[in-house]
Structures are given as C-alpha cells and as structure tokens.
C-alpha cells in the first residue's frame, strides 16, 4: 500500500487537538489564543479605569468645600465671643455688687454717729418729761431710722455679758468683778453694728477679770 506524501499525518496529541480545533473553527489555535489575550487585556483596562475613576470620586469627597470651612470658622469664632461676653457679663455684675456693698457700708458708717446721738438724747429726757409730746415724737422718730436699718441689713453687736471677741468687740477699759467671769464684757461704751455678715464698727467695752 502506497502512502499519500500530500497529506502529514498529526504526530502528537496537541497537534491533533489543534488540527481538530482549526477544523472546527476555521481558524488556527494561535490566532484563538491572541484573541483570547487582547480581550483579558481590554478586561483589565476597564476595571483599572473604573479603580481609577471610583478613586478619583472618593478624593473629590474627602476635599472639603471653602464654604463649609468657612462657615465653620465663622462658627467657632461665634462661641468664643459669646463665651467672652458671658464671662465680662459676670465680672461685671460681680464687680458692680462689691460697689453697693461699699457704698452701703460708706453712707451707714456716717449715719451711725446720728444714731448714737439719738441714744444720747432719749437718755438724757427727764423722768417727768418723758410721756410728753417731744419725748414720745423723739421716740417715733428713733424707732423708725433703726427699723429702716434693720431692713437694710443693719444690726447691732450683742456685747454686755457676752465672752470678749476681738471680732466683734474693741476693749478700751478693764475691770475687776467677782460677779462675773474672765474675759466677759461688763460693759458697753460705745454699740457696735454689722452690715449683714461683715462688721462696720465694733463694740467699744469694758472687759472684766
């Protein structure tokens, strides 16, 4: 039997695949294969676009617009002035509070000096004289100056028989007596006055052992 030199026979099995690939298709193998390629590669440089396009959206995020930002500063500076105003607010009325305690003290300071000469005066009223007209219009007029101090924050020290402060009491004169114990105050020279809690002339007494 004669073989036929025309026809090659496929010698291996990858060339029989091949062969019967490029029967069926009408096309080598390897033009199949750089299809194949150029279409994986044409994948990939859509995905990398998409990547570089998804990554370019997520920078313009992160920047922050001017307007934002400067309302932000404008915001800022806002609570900083409204926190500035309420602290001058307060050191404000603080300071106008020490004023009128200062100036109260000032102005009854100089009225007590009238009150002890109304003392002086109801004291020196004869026994006789005292249920007349004068005496009694003397004895209003006392009442009411030393109710209208007592409303304004004014009292007086208690000092006789009461131990000796030096807080409250100034001793110019010192006594012996039995009758009563050490350091005690026998007697009281000149009455002393407080303006609510803080003392605004002290007792001038005698204080005995």
Known sequence: MVKDEGTKMPETAGETEAAEQTA????????????????????????EAKGEKKGFFKKKEKEKDPRDQKIEELTDLLRRNMAEFDNFRKRTEKEKAAMFEMGARDILEKILPVVDNFERGLAAIPEEAKGGSFATGMEMIYKQLMKMLEDAGVTPIEAVGKE????????VMHVEDEN??????????????????????????????
């Open 24 to 47: 069926e298709t009408g096309q080598p193998a390897q033009a199949e294969e750089a299809v194949q390629a150029e279409g994986a590669a044409e994948e990939t440089a859509d995905q």
């Open 164 to 171: 000796f402060d030096p807080n409250f009491h100034n001793a």
């Open 180 to 209: 009563l114990g050490e350091n005690v105050v026998a007697a009281e020279l000149q009455k002393g006055y407080m303006y609510r809690s803080t003392v605004i002339r002290h007792s001038m007494v005698q204080v005995a052992n």
